[in-house]
């Protein structure tokens, strides 16, 4: 049996003057997520304790939070890379927050919707099968398509922090994923959403956003392509 | 009170393809879900989607009736022939129409869609995304309903169907955000909610895979079909169970033991690694059980190292990521330890191939639904084509039902006001409770009974432990109580309920796998070893009976394409 000692960062802003930390002492055999120690204190020590789940395996973007002072998945990290000591677990930090671990989500998906994140294209002519798309268009779409809009870059900007209207690295990120799709026609329709106060120019590429991405994404990279196609469009009306 | 014409619950694949169906027929639909959308477990899928499109150079000749016949087959003849057949026939559309909408598949040179070869198939026909389809098929849908305006009401779990004098018109969900109990109104309701993995103990599937959607429908009077035919897959990391795709040995992986033999040669000699996954992974647990695991431990090796880097990187990269986080182990030099993990719920909610349940309004689709295209067997890469295909098929028939009738219905305020009442007294009760019996030791227990008395083989003493076991934790299940009541993200609370659906889930396998007396697919039985086409070519139906284990029933299979043949790889 091994031990691992959890600092926790509570608060309930429905009944809690303010925040505090609780520690707890999970028991554990062989490996130990900080997800699955959370799950131990929930079930064993604090049925109050709350948090975001659901994969486990680093796919869903639920569990993002702030560990030992970095952004990380509780799913993806396993306490023995912890190196010891305790284990302070924290909501993601610049956020409103629901409860204990559990951020307010909803500024963020509500800047990821208004990018319009999805294909636009003139579908009336779509091919019956396939529409074709080279190997070589498609590696342009390898980084963008993996985000699983889990909120850390978003956190951790400082754009965002000082301007809440600032659409952040993930929903960039997002239109940046559509605007090299081969596929997708949107043309001018898509860039009034990034080419605009809110957008690509707020970035001061500080790059903070890419060290905190768990998935080792860079939403900078695809920023700066933004401000390029923003800038030749305005300048020459061309597409890509 | 929240109104909607169509409530769907549950915003996987499944939910969401029938979701845009409604709202593009202007049906006024609202989708509720446990996790944002983006989050359901079908983004996990990794291999990919069957559909003979004949893209491979090896599959020119590949059709949807070849496609059927390995499905039934795979099926070992338990599958609804008709259901299958739609399915094959519907599957190339509904891969172009993904790919029209923007799933970034993975591509020939020439730019069509690339495939892979996946076990039981008889032709390369799983379409792909590296290996991580199912991230980006749920994306896609994701994006179309934010592009259609789909309500969304995230974060809302439900906990109850509202039933009017034997019809459903609405559901009861509690608000994790704000905290409470709603009542959400409608013509219609459809469950999308996914699989039961969770009442196992080594699952690969999500924590919120509790098959307590299914449970709603069951408690309400519907049958669960089939529901002993559960899916263990071949190869779940050792420590963890998260799963390793079958496109590992798509791709060419070997499975190895610990005389370093491919032993799949003593079991399926022509496709070796490419066995359907009841057979591989009963081959596994021989080679376990004859002590020929590794180190003659409980786990046999996946090696991939043979494929190089390169391939690594380009077909199976977040397989590599998983390896290395998970199991500390990386694929490109190490041969990764695996084992047999429950993976799939081929039973759910009786439907036919529109999602009709037997209660009207209610309808049920995806992985918590039994159509049945699986059989006793699912094929990899064909349950994300049954969401899609069965998802859309459930929107339209929602759709036909309001116009012909179904419309302006909804739960008078009255039902909707004694369903919520109903919901709230229960949670009262349990945190008024003073409990004796704690709720996570019973679901600790009931996960281990079904791992070890109804796992990859079985026998009639071992289940009937077993069920005697699940009666005695139904029994004590009234006798627990809330460690923490009311508030915003109740986890404890939502925990607790969804415990008690699960517990009549597992009962529902527990008693269908000990009264099917025949080995059949994944129900795999010691004591009786063979098929048994003339007493079991039958679907099980279970009804539920609040005090004690269901009732079984039998129900025909829709045969006419493929006579029943014995199964041989
Ligand atoms: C690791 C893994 C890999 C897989 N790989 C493949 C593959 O390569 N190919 C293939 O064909 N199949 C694969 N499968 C199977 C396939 O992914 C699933 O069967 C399928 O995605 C299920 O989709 P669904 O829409 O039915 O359910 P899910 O995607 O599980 O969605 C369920 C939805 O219901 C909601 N929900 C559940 N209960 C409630 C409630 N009480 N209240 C509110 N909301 C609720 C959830 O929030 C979620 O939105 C894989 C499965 C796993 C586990
Ligand atoms: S690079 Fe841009 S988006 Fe990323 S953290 Fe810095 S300002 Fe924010
Ligand atoms: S870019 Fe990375 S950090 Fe940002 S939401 Fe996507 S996965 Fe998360
Ligand atoms: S639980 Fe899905 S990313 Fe951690």
């Known amino acids: 049996m091994s031990e691992a000692r959890f600092r926790i960062k509570r608060f309930d802003p429905a009944s809690d003057a303010a925040p505090r930390y609780d520690t707890f002492v999970v028991p554990y055999e062989g490996s130990l997520s900080v997800l699955e120690g959370l799950f131990s204190i929930q079930e064993r020590d604090d049925g109050s304790l709350c948090f975001r789940y659901c994969c486990r395996a680093a796919v869903c973007g639920s569990c993002a939070m702030y560990i030992n002072g970095r952004y990380r998945l509780a799913c993806q990290t396993n306490v023995s890379q912890l190196h010891g000591g305790d284990i302070t677990v924290e909501p993601m930090p610049h956020l409103p927050l629901i409860k204990d671990l559990v951020c307010d989500m909803t500024d963020f998906f509500a800047k990821y919707e208004y990018i319009k994140p999805w294909l636009i294209r003139d579908e009336d002519h779509d091919p019956e099968g396939e529409i074709a798309q080279s190997p070589r268009a498609r590696r342009k779409l390898d980084m963008p398509i993996d985000c699983i809009l889990c909120g850390c870059c978003y ?41 605009n106060e809110r957008g690509v120019y707020r970035c001061h590429t500080i790059t903070n956003c890419v060290e905190a991405c768990p998935k080792e994404l860079n939403p900078t990279e695809g920023i700066q392509w933004l401000k390029g196609a923003a800038v030749r469009r305005r300048l020459f009306g061309r597409r890509k | 009170m929240i109104r909607h014409q169509l409530v769907i619950v549950g915003g996987g694949l499944a939910g969401l393809r029938a979701a845009v169906e409604a709202k593009g027929a202007g049906i006024d639909v609202a989708v509720i879900s446990q996790v944002h959308p983006g989050r359901s477990h079908s983004g996990a899928a990794q291999g990919g989607i069957n559909a003979a499109l004949a893209n491979n150079p090896e599959s020119h ?72 389809t199912g991230h980006y098929l749920l994306h896609t849908l994701v994006e179309q309903a934010y592009r259609r305006q789909v309500a969304m009401y995230i974060e809302r779990f439900v906990t109850s169907l509202i039933v009017v004098e034997g019809e459903c018109r609405g559901v009861v969900a509690y608000d994790m955000i704000r905290g409470g109990f709603e009542a959400f109104v409608a013509d219609a309701v459809i469950i999308a909610t996914g699989g039961a993995g969770r009442t196992y103990a080594n699952t690969t599937n999500a924590i919120i895979s509790t098959g307590y959607g299914a449970a709603m429908a069951y408690h309400a009077g519907v049958p669960l079909k089939d529901m002993e035919f559960v899916q263990f897959h071949p190869t779940g990391l050792y420590t963890t169970n998260i799963l390793m795709t079958e496109g590992c040995r798509g791709e060419g992986g070997y499975l190895i033991n610990d005389l370093g033999e491919r032993f799949m040669e003593r079991y399926a000699p022509t496709v070796m690694e490419l066995a359907p996954r009841d057979i591989t992974a009963r081959s596994i647990w021989t080679e376990i059980l004859e002590g020929r695991g590794i180190g003659g431990k409980d786990f046999v090796y996946l090696d991939l190292r043979h494929l190089g880097e390169r391939k690594i990187a380009e077909k199976l990269p977040g397989i590599r990521d998983l390896a290395i986080h998970f199991e500390g182990v990386d694929p490109v030099t190490q041969p990764v330890p695996i084992v047999p993990s429950h993976h799939y719920t081929m039973g759910g909610i009786d439907t036919d191939v529109d999602g009709v349940t037997a209660m009207p309004g209610l309808y049920a689709v995806g992985e918590c639904a039994c159509v049945s295209v699986h059989g006793a067997n699912r094929l990899g890469g064909n349950s994300l084509l049954e969401t899609i295909v069965f998802g859309r098929r459930a929107g339209r028939a929602v759709v036909s039902f309001l116009a012909d009738g179904g419309a302006g219905r909804p739960a008078p305020e009255a039902a909707a006001r004694a369903a919520l009442g109903a919901v709230q007294e229960r949670v009262d009760r349990l945190s008024r409770a003073a409990a004796t019996e704690d709720a996570y030791d019973i679901r600790g227990e009931m996960i281990v009974t079904m791992k070890q008395n109804f796992g990859i083989f079985r026998e009639a003493r071992q289940m009937q432990e077993g069920i005697d076991k699940l009666l005695s934790l139904k029994e004590r299940l009234p006798r627990i109580g809330l460690r923490h009541a009311g508030g915003a993200f109740n986890l404890d609370m939502i925990r607790t309920i969804e415990l008690e659906g699960m517990l009549d889930v597992a009962l529902a396998t527990a008693v269908g796998a000990f009264k099917r007396t025949e080995s059949r697919g994944s129900h795999a039985r010691t004591d009786y070893p063979n098929r048994d086409d003339v007493h079991w070519l039958e679907h099980t139906l279970a009804l539920y009976r609040p005090d004690g284990p269901p009732e079984l029933a039998g129900k025909p299979v829709a045969l006419g394409m493929f006579e029943p043949q014995e199964r041989k790889y």
């Open chain 1, 155 to 195: 956190s951790s900007c400082p754009s965002v922090w000082g301007e809440e209207n600032y659409l952040g690295p993930a929903a960039l990120l997002k239109a940046y994923r559509f605007e090299v799709d081969s596929r997708d026609e949107a043309g001018r329709q898509r860039l009034p959403d990034f080419d």
């Open chain 2, 61 to 132: 000749d590949d059709t949807p009736e070849k496609h059927a016949f390995d499905t039934v087959k795979g099926s070992d003849y338990l599958a609804d022939q008709d259901a299958v057949y739609q399915m094959t026939q519907d599957a190339p559309q509904t891969i172009f129409e993904m790919e029209h909408w923007g799933c970034p598949f993975s591509r020939y040179d020439d730019g069509r869609i690339a495939q892979r070869p996946f076990g039981g198939a008889g032709y390369p026909r799983t379409c792909y995304g590296a290996d991580k």
